[in-house]
């Protein structure tokens, strides 16, 4: 997994996700993979959901074990409703860590739409969260948010009150840094040598 961060807890949630796979191949001894087997042998043609994880060692494997789906999250009919308008989406309802899997599954996507949803998504949605955290809006008031929506809006929150409390002290007024203004004398000083 070319992605993946080993001791990230985040990665180690993202990978934990179920996504749907098709066997490719009979699997002797893994029948308890699928709930719905009665069998202790897995047949060629199964469709199955298994963790992330699994599912990109089992694909990597030459011949591949299995054949990836994407998750119904990053389908035609959702990437049409975020296509549409992100922002009154709830994200946290749709996927906690939508776009950190939506990376690990873009690479399974033939199309290659996966990709460019997750940057519009993120692009539309980015706004609203800056700019609700510059105006002082509550975050809480907006459609809930992803995991690392809410990480980024605490960030820019912060970062927001932060400079608001530097810009009301004004007891350090911006000056220009004497290393700055000596090279500026010296090319001055060189230009008039010319």
């Not at 990437?79 to 860590?97: F, P, S, W």
Request: glycine content about 4%; overall charge neutral; charged content about 25%.
């Amino acid at each position: 997994m070319a992605h993946s961060n080993y001791l990230s807890i985040t990665d180690i949630l993202v990978t934990n996700e179920k996504v749907p796979c098709k066997f490719l191949h009979d699997l002797p001894k893994m029948g308890f993979l699928d709930p719905s087997c009665t069998e202790d042998d897995l047949r060629a043609g199964s469709n199955v959901e298994i963790p992330l994880w699994l599912a990109e060692s089992l694909f990597a494997r030459r011949p591949p074990l299995v054949t990836v789906d994407l998750p119904k999250i990053y389908k035609d009919a959702y990437r049409e409703i975020l296509n549409a308008d992100a922002c009154t989406v709830d994200m946290h309802k749709l996927g906690q860590y939508f776009y950190e899997l939506g990376c690990y599954v873009a690479k399974h996507d033939i199309k290659g739409e996966v990709a460019s949803t997750l940057v519009n998504t993120f692009r539309q949605r980015f706004r609203m969260l800056l700019s609700a955290c510059v105006a002082n809006d509550s975050i809480a008031a907006m459609q809930p948010l992803s995991a690392s929506e809410r990480h980024r809006a605490s960030d820019a929150a912060t970062t927001e009150q932060a400079l608001s409390t530097w810009l009301q002290r004004g007891d350090s007024p911006l000056t220009t840094a004497n290393m700055v203004a000596n090279h500026r004398k010296r090319k001055r000083a060189e230009m008039e040598m010319l």
